[in-house]
């Protein structure tokens, strides 16, 4: 999977749970601080539903060290490759 | 305590409602304010009155900081006398027990009494039942009947908010996750899930005592839980806004303080049933959605 598509299905993930409009601009550079409603608290619902539409898990202890959209969109990149691997 | 009895020397705790509740328990603690008198500086934009500053006066009696580990710092850390201690805390917050909660796009403040709004903390399965069409009557009954439809992986939560809480804990010098984490179950520590009840409320304060022993062991002396016991409420100074744990929640995490027929309280002194409570909160939506809320957002 290409960045640009995990980017895209990150991006579908946040506009559902973040109730963001459907031509939201998500791009790597994007952070919490952007989006209303993006907090440590519901920080882990997005985790979980990436995980759900990604069909992976994350490593827990890197899920809270995640700057911005692009650091999350690698760490799917990696899980998804190591899913693929498996 | 009269004002003129207050210490000269202030304790500044910065931060979000947790700090200013920490500060509203400790004013009301005579054997404490003997010593310093708490300051409030709240870290977030208050919808009525906006960004909240500080006197000048203030930060030169300053004798210590509680500082709320936030992604927006204390803002006059440099205005401090270098000998201030800085003593950093974590949030008690809990995600677990209200896993659907959210922003509430239909709320809007409505001072002086709903200054957050009538409710302030949205819930993630009314809004997309909304949002897909359904009727006020289908909601409540789809909410109250098909756990199974929206159900949540609460194992999974349990995993994210352990590594969410410790991660936190690990930046600050006074954790509270530790303790979140260990006695949930056994006790209720939340009204909402960022509104610690008195109990968490005092070991958090207890422990902040503690931890700034270093400017006067006397401190730690302070017998915050009678303050709070004596002075307060029994929901104490954050519960006048309660937020119903779904009981379905409460059945799979086991959790031994649930009672079915709790009421649930608002701003305004209502209190609710469960099934009152998600009611009122769809009632609400639907009211608001006439008025033109609860668009999606755009963001930043």
């Given amino acids: 999977m290409t960045e640009a ?5 990150v991006r579908a993930v946040m506009i559902e749970t973040f109730r963001l409009t459907d ?6 550079a994007t952070t919490s601080l952007d989006v209303d409603g993006w907090d440590s608290l519901s920080h882990a619902l997005l985790i979980m539903n990436v995980e759900e539409a990604f069909g992976t898990e994350l490593p827990l202890e890197r899920t809270y060290e995640l700057a911005d959209v692009g650091e999350l969109v690698d760490l799917l990149r990696d899980a998804v490759a190591r899913t693929d691997v498996r | 305590m009269s004002a003129a009895k207050r210490a000269a020397s202030a304790l500044v705790v910065y931060g979000n409602c947790q700090a200013e ?14 010593m310093l ?41 440099d205005r401090l006398r270098s000998d201030v201690p800085v003593v950093t805390f974590a949030s008690a917050d809990l995600q677990l027990l209200f896993p659907f909660n959210c922003v509430n796009p239909y709320n809007a403040p409505e001072p002086p009494i709903f200054p ?45 908010e352990n590594a969410r809480l410790r ?23 939340f009204w909402t899930a960022n509104h610690p009840t008195s109990f968490l409320l005092a070991e958090l304060i207890e422990r902040l005592l503690c931890a700034s022993e270093r400017l006067n062991p006397a401190l730690a ?18 519960g006048v806004v309660s937020v119903p744990v779904h009981p379905r929640v409460a059945e799979i995490l086991g959790l031994e303080w649930y009672d079915p027929r709790e009421r649930y309280r608002n701003w305004d002194g ?8 998600v009611a009122a909160m769809i009632d609400h939506a639907f009211a608001m959605r006439e008025l033109g809320a609860g668009r999606p957002i755009a963001p930043r």
């Fill in chain 2, 270 to 277: 209502t209190t609710y049933s469960y099934e009152e409570y």
């Fill in chain 2, 37 to 77: 008198t708490p300051v409030y500086l709240r870290s977030f934009e208050h919808p009525v009155d906006g960004r909240a500053t500080i006197e000048g006066r203030t930060l030169e009696r300053t004798a210590l900081l509680w500082e709320q580990h936030d992604p927006i710092r204390f803002p006059y850390l």
């Fill in chain 1, 5 to 9: 598509e995990v980017l895209a299905r």
């Fill in chain 2, 167 to 189: 991660a936190r804990d690990a930046k600050c010098a006074v954790a509270i996750g530790d303790f979140v984490l260990a006695t949930f179950r056994k006790q209720r520590l």
């Fill in chain 2, 221 to 238: 002396d302070t017998d915050i839980e009678r303050t709070l016991q004596v002075c307060f409420r029994p929901e104490g100074p954050l």
């Fill in chain 2, 21 to 34: 509740a920490i500060v509203t328990s400790l004013g009301a603690d005579a054997f404490f304010t003997a």
């Fill in chain 2, 116 to 160: 957050f709004g009538r409710f302030a903390y949205g819930d993630r399965v009314i809004l997309r039942a909304i949002d897909r069409g359904m009727t006020r009557d289908d909601v409540l009954e789809y909410y109250l009947t098909s756990w199974d439809d929206y159900a949540i992986d609460l194992d999974r939560l349990e995993q994210l």
């Fill in chain 1, 23 to 28: 031509d939201a601009v998500v791009t790597r």
